[in-house]
């Protein structure tokens, strides 16, 4: 896939391209433009197939718009997300169907704290809360959803507690553990080293965190890409 946005859901796929500069063998094969947004690179879909329309060039060209534009609109939408704007609060809902097992509220201005009723929903397999004003502390209740397997991800809200011990409890995480760009404080759990089947995208950078790396870490032998801690305020030696 060449450009996917959670943020302001959009996607471009296209084909390989077996040349050296295009040379006309490059297309694009798929525009989805849900939600594209009003202003900016939210063009209508109806533009997008006029740009396709005239060939692949154009084509390629408004693909790499796109992906430059993707960063631009990220940033904005995590200021947004990040700002709470009075009369337009909504909070997360307590009560889901028991069998849930996908909970998605990303960049949809949420405010308040995350439920603990949701830790009872012990099916779910992926939590994406990313990207909106929610604050307080993080419910301990979330490591009762132990069929949690990606997509944990928590990024982007003001939340200013402590990490849960119990989060260590989700050993099937395999990716996308993501808890950065927050107000976290404390020390990093030495439970989070029971993410031993974890083997990609490990976040936590841009926090309060203070401690030292806990050696539990290290049990994460699998993890082959992105362990991100940076700009934290960790001390003591790797």
């Not at 296209?14 to 063009?43: E, Q, V």
């Amino acid at each position: 896939w060449g450009v996917f946005s959670s943020t302001v859901r959009r996607r471009v796929a296209w084909d390989s391209c077996y040349c050296t500069s295009c040379k006309g063998r490059c297309k694009i094969i798929d525009i989805h433009t849900r939600d594209w947004p009003s202003s900016g690179l939210g063009r209508s879909r109806r533009t997008a197939e006029a740009l396709y329309a005239r060939g692949p060039r154009e084509a390629m060209k408004l693909s790499n718009s796109m992906r430059l534009n993707r960063l631009t609109s990220l940033a904005a939408a995590t200021a947004a997300a990040l700002s709470v704007r009075p009369g337009h609060a909504v909070q997360l809902p307590t009560t889901l169907p028991t069998a849930t097992t996908n909970i998605y509220y990303n960049s949809d201005g949420y405010t308040g704290t995350i439920p603990t009723e949701f830790g009872l929903l012990t099916d779910v397999t992926s939590l994406l809360l990313s990207l909106n004003a929610l604050t307080g502390h993080i419910p301990s209740e979330l490591g009762l959803m132990v069929k949690m397997t990606t997509n944990f991800m928590l990024n982007s809200n003001p939340f200013t507690s402590s990490i849960p011990t119990q989060l260590g409890q989700l050993s099937e995480m395999s990716s996308y553990f993501y808890l950065y760009l927050n107000s976290i404080s404390s020390s990093l759990p030495t439970q989070l080293g029971q993410m031993s089947k974890i083997s990609r995208n490990f976040a936590l950078y841009s926090t309060k965190i203070s401690s030292s790396i806990p050696t539990q870490l290290g049990q994460m032998s699998k993890l082959t890409s992105i362990f991100e801690l940076q700009t934290n305020k960790i001390s003591s030696s790797i």
